[in-house]
């Protein structure tokens, strides 16, 4: 099953070059990113036009396109079919939701090892992307971890990335006692896995940290009971050092 996934990945991005040749443009934006490998949003996904660039005052070519009507940042070369990393996330910026934006920046600094004084160096076409070069960086390992640490910020506490406590990172540290790991299935699905996750929250816990522990499933589709957990423990003090 995961061959027949892989191999329907596959075809879908050569479906999306050639609709971009077909298109007279490059591939762009989220299409450009998800053949790239950045992390896309399901809520992003959702939407299956294939995102493409062309020229100025070129003529609306035909398909279910999103199109993308700019002049490039970096010069591509005359036979290149996918948009550079820069151009693309100038896309992002444009098209997106701020959050949803984020995390492809996030999964682009990440994956791409881009440094946040590089962003700050390129000419952006506009202020969505300048202040997204600002606030990016790739400390996240992934785009749920983004998506957490955007929304818990929005209440005003401090939360940091990736603090080695006990030997080991942890996802994001709130305050300075309340520790959220992020269980996405790729790191947490064995077994071996939960008793590395248990032993590690065992050390964390006689340090006297308390841990909270989310999955995917509800930091994408239940972010309500994530946001009343999170606002719990600040409301009983727990992020603070004691």
Request: hydrophobic share 45%; with cysteine.
């Amino acid at each position: 099953m995961r061959v027949r996934r892989n191999w329907l990945t596959l075809a879908t991005v050569d479906d999306d070059l050639r609709a971009a040749v077909a298109a007279g443009g490059r591939l762009a934006c989220v299409s450009a990113a998800q053949h790239r490998g950045w992390w896309i949003p399901p809520a992003v996904a959702e939407d299956e036009r294939v995102h493409v660039a062309v020229a100025p005052h070129s003529a609306v070519p035909q398909g279910h396109l999103r199109v993308h009507w700019s002049r490039p940042i970096v010069r591509p070369d005359s036979f290149a079919l996918l948009e550079s990393v820069e151009d693309t996330l100038q896309h992002v910026a444009d098209c997106l939701p701020r959050e949803q934006a984020l995390i492809l920046w996030e999964s682009a600094c990440h994956r791409e090892k881009l440094s946040r004084d590089y962003l700050l160096n390129v000419d952006w076409r506009s202020p969505d992307a300048r202040n997204l070069a600002e606030d990016a960086d790739a400390l996240a390992d992934s785009g749920l971890e983004t998506l957490f640490v955007s929304r818990v910020r929005r209440r005003g506490v401090r939360v940091r990335q990736q603090i080695v406590i006990g030997g080991h990172p942890v996802d994001t540290l709130i305050g300075e006692r309340l520790i959220a790991q992020i269980d996405g299935f790729e790191f947490h699905s064995s077994a071996a896995d939960r008793g590395r996750d248990v032993a590690h929250d065992a050390e964390l816990a006689a340090r006297g940290y308390t841990i909270l522990r989310f999955t995917y499933a509800q930091l994408i589709y239940d972010w309500p009971a994530v946001d009343r957990a999170i606002g719990r423990a600040l409301a009983a003090g727990l992020h603070r050092a004691r």
